[in-house]
């Protein structure tokens, strides 16, 4: 069974500043897709950003970009110039490809932005 | 474009009731999934729906059920209710049918067992 694990259940960051937030996971399957979630304190689920594990280009959207590292498993989320609105908790999830949409998550990193 | 919608968002319960969540999707989508998220054991993966059909199911008891409309909406139900049912249940739609696509999710309904 896949697993996605997230090592830090906290982390806090000064206004401004980069922030890395770490994800591992194990599959044995070669084609998938790998997303960051964030939730916010109003707990609506908005998409960060998502990544393909066929295409070996690191996905980035905006401030947000990731470092996909398909042989070691790892999938970090890297926020840049952090902004106070980026508080919240951030999923880590896998879903297999041509499977639906069955995602695993992992447990959730908490951020805090500092002023 | 309307964003998915659940109702009700706050729910009171006794133990041993059932209760019927629902959830109406972003217009055009077709996938529904249901999640359940508590403290102990994070988000867990209940089921989805596509064009009326249960296409995926996760590990829980047969004490949660689900049910998808021909217009996509879809409910999920959970009978004789436990207190460890306590949670906030959300509910994600995407396009197509390979799964290829973004879940987007809505703001959930927070269950209380009592």
Same mark, same amino acid.
């Given at each position: 069974?896949?697993?996605?694990?997230?090592?830090?259940?906290?982390?806090?960051?000064?206004?401004?500043?980069?922030?890395?937030?770490?994800?591992?996971?194990?599959?044995?399957?070669?084609?998938?897709?790998? &997303?960051?979630? !964030?939730?916010?304190? $109003?707990?609506?689920?908005?998409?960060?950003?998502?990544?393909? /594990? =066929?295409?070996?280009? #690191?996905?980035?959207?905006?401030?947000?970009?990731?470092?996909?590292?398909?042989?070691?498993?790892? &999938?970090?989320? !890297?926020?840049?110039? $952090?902004?106070?609105?980026?508080?919240?908790?951030?999923?880590? /999830? =896998?879903?297999?490809? #041509?499977?639906?949409?069955?995602?695993?998550?992992?447990?959730?990193?908490?951020?805090?932005?500092?002023? | 474009k309307a964003g998915v919608t659940?109702?009700?968002?706050?729910?009171?319960?006794?133990?041993?009731?059932?209760?019927?969540?629902?959830?109406s999707p972003i217009s055009?989508?077709?996938?529904?999934?249901?999640?359940?998220?508590?403290?102990?054991?994070?988000?867990?993966?209940?089921?989805?729906?596509?064009?009326?059909?249960?296409?995926?199911?996760?590990?829980?008891?047969?004490?949660?059920?689900?049910?998808?409309?021909?217009?996509?909406?879809?409910?999920?139900?959970?009978?004789?209710?436990?207190?460890?049912?306590?949670?906030?249940?959300?509910?994600?739609?995407?396009?197509?049918?390979?799964?290829?696509?973004?879940?987007?999710?809505?703001?959930?309904?927070?269950?209380?067992?009592?």
């Amino acid at each position: 069974a896949q697993t996605v694990t997230q090592s830090q259940p906290e982390m806090s960051v000064q206004e401004a500043e980069t922030v890395t937030l770490s994800c591992t996971y194990d599959t044995s399957e070669s084609d998938y897709y790998l &997303f960051w979630y !964030k939730q916010p304190p $109003s707990r609506q689920m908005i998409l960060v950003i998502r990544q393909e /594990a =066929y295409k070996q280009q #690191n996905a980035t959207e905006n401030r947000f970009s990731v470092n996909f590292q398909k042989a070691a498993k790892s &999938f970090s989320l !890297k926020i840049s110039d $952090s902004q106070l609105g980026d508080a919240a908790m951030y999923f880590c /999830a =896998y879903r297999r490809k #041509n499977y639906g949409q069955n995602f695993v998550f992992g447990p959730g990193t908490r951020l805090s932005v500092l002023p | 474009k309307a964003g998915v919608t659940q109702t009700p968002r706050y729910l009171i319960k006794t133990r041993g009731q059932q209760v019927t969540l629902s959830c109406s999707p972003i217009s055009g989508h077709r996938s529904v999934s249901w999640y359940q998220q508590t403290p102990g054991q994070g988000l867990q993966f209940l089921f989805e729906y596509f064009s009326e059909t249960q296409r995926n199911k996760g590990n829980f008891p047969g004490r949660f059920s689900g049910r998808q409309f021909s217009n996509s909406r879809s409910e999920m139900n959970v009978s004789t209710l436990e207190l460890g049912d306590s949670a906030l249940y959300l509910c994600a739609s995407s396009l197509a049918a390979r799964g290829e696509e973004t879940q987007y999710f809505g703001p959930g309904t927070r269950l209380l067992v009592l």
